[in-house]
């Protein structure tokens, strides 16, 4: 192959920015590819996205990372789900698990055999078949123990917290240590190579310039190369989502970390609550039409449950995506391809799936349009797949206590989440798209968490006896409960496996 890709440049550093040089540094470091990544100290980064999903522990793996250390230093703790208080109705709330809802008989998903013992008035709440739901209250948590597949706690699924910044700061030294090049300084200029409009290099601000023959942007929100220089454009998803600011302000933590985040809808918005080990980070998403900052700023504050340990973060952005996230030689990975709010934690998942296709449709110096293309159409697909999820939780409240509420309950949706709604309300049924990130267990735990209820269940449950039903059912609840009550205590577990290192320094990568 003798167009091979001789230097990368990623522009930018923070989450997105080293996650890539990490992973690229695993995959292709002493191979003859030079790695470089430009980054100013004086730019500062969002570093808000503290919350994972489980996707995580495949970016682990392929990296080799010791996930203990990993978390002695990013100062992290462990995630069963997000808690979900005042969404539908003020006063409910639901968790969203990882995992599994009971077990399915003889290939019916298993929630419609608890929807008709529901209709009858003979079943448990559908908490009760979930393990993280039963754990996570508890304040419970331990890692999946080894070869035991049909127990629950050989089925545990978890993810993280964890600070942004030192999760950069690891992941610097991890891709330092295997090569890549860190060069500290602001990019003023962009230059385009004539002819085909591909960017041919970058002016440091005391008048280096660097070149390479591909180009990651992980600038953030500015999207320095992909959209300044390139002028790739954007798709606004303010009408469906409508939140398009943040203030963020870490406390101290008044308590035992629980392993899960914590989503509360307020008057125009919502509050993020994330538990690490040394802090909580807190933060109010919510939408500048309903709510003026300084407004935002002291709801935030008369809800804080420790010290403030920072002036607060004033945060602005545009949900919505670029219309491309690969164009010519530039491949656009974090913040400068697109955002979608924290609300289900995907924002270092899409950094991490962005890096995954890279990788798998790496190119050649020819940057063949097919290649180019697959990318942006999968990378498309998913983000969207995402909004709707996030979309749901907007649209299906029957809150009515606030204008901001008012909006989202009467807005408009796109047909691909309508179609969703409409299937489920009718008969039960929750089927995944492709490959979309978020499972029927999700989808059925928002569903149901935010009131929609459907009207029927699959009708090959009727060909059992109820009965029979209803003591399988009992069977797998117990199941749950004797797993939980098995489970140590979330803080004990950190304390005995990653407890973070007083001077907040981690092992040398």
């Known amino acids: 192959m003798t167009a091979r890709i001789r230097k990368v440049l ?43 999903i489980p996707h995580i522990a495949q970016f682990n793996r392929l990296l080799g990372i010791d996930e203990d250390d990993f978390l002695k230093f990013t100062q992290g703790t462990f995630k069963l789900g997000i808690q979900f208080v005042d969404w539908g109705r003020l006063g409910e709330c639901y968790l969203h698990p990882f995992g599994v809802y009971g077990a399915p008989m003889a290939a019916i998903p298993f929630h419609h055999y608890w929807l008709k013992l529901r209709k009858l008035g003979r079943s448990l709440g559908l908490d009760a078949f979930s393990l993280a739901c039963v754990a996570a209250p508890r304040m419970k948590f331990m890692r999946p123990i080894d070869n035991a597949p049909k127990s629950p706690l050989g089925q545990i699924v978890y993810a993280f917290h964890l600070d942004a910044h030192r999760y950069a700061s690891y992941l610097r030294q991890y891709a330092r240590a295997r090569g890549v090049m860190r060069t500290e300084g602001r990019i003023v200029d962009v ?13 440091l601000e005391n008048g280096t310039k660097r070149s390479a023959d591909l180009y990651i942007d992980c600038s953030g929100f500015r999207g320095l190369l992909i959209e300044q220089a390139l002028k790739t454009g954007y798709e606004d998803w303010a009408a469906y989502l409508p939140c398009d600011r943040a203030v963020a302000l870490p406390s101290t933590a008044p308590g035992p970390p629980p392993p899960y985040t914590r ?30 900052p300084d407004s935002a700023l002291a709801a935030l504050t008369g809800r804080l449950e420790g010290k403030p340990l920072a002036e607060p973060n004033q945060l602005r ?18 913040l400068s391809s697109g955002f979608l709010e924290p609300l289900e934690s995907t924002s270092i998942h899409l950094i991490q799936t962005g890096i995954s296709k890279l990788i798998g ?12 293309d697959a990318y942006n159409r999968q990378s498309a697909a998913e983000i969207e797949y995402i909004r709707d999820f996030l979309i749901l939780h907007y649209k299906t409240t029957r809150r009515d206590d606030s204008e901001f509420w008012n909006y989202c309950r009467d807005m408009p949706i796109p047909d ?6 409409e ?44 009965d029979v039903i209803e003591k399988h059912l009992r069977g797998l609840a117990e199941v749950v409960e004797r797993s939980a009550a ?10 005995r496996h990653c407890a973070a290192i007083p001077n907040g320094k981690g092992t040398e990568k």
């Not at 008057?267 to 003026?292: E, K, M, T």
């Open 191 to 203: 230059e385009l190579r004539p002819g085909d409009g591909f960017v041919d290099a970058v002016t």
């Open 361 to 372: 449709l790496f190119p050649t110096r020819e940057f063949d349009a097919a290649i180019i």
């Open 416 to 421: 691909s989440l309508n179609d969703k709604i």
């Open 317 to 334: 952005f545009a949900a919505g995506r670029r219309r491309r996230f690969w164009n010519r030689n530039v491949v656009a990975i974090g």
């Open 10 to 52: 990623i522009v930018g550093g923070g989450t997105a920015g080293w996650m890539t040089a990490a992973a690229l540094s695993r995959v292709f470091g002493g191979r003859d590819c030079e790695i470089e990544l430009i980054e100013s100290d004086a730019i500062g980064t969002v570093g808000v996205g503290e919350a994972t």
């Open 263 to 292: 989503a509360t809808a307020l008057a125009a918005g919502w509050q993020w609550r994330i538990p690490l080990q040394h802090r909580l980070g807190n933060g109010y998403v919510y939408s500048s039409r309903f709510c003026d």
């Open 486 to 495: 098995e489970m140590p205590a979330h803080a004990s577990y950190i304390a």
């Open 423 to 466: 299937l489920f309300r009718a008969s039960g049924r929750l089927y995944r798209e492709h490959e979309e990130l978020f499972s029927e267990t999700s989808w059925l735990a928002v569903m149901l968490g935010q009131g929609v209820k459907p009207a029927d269940y699959h009708p090959a449950v009727d060909m059992y006896d109820i």
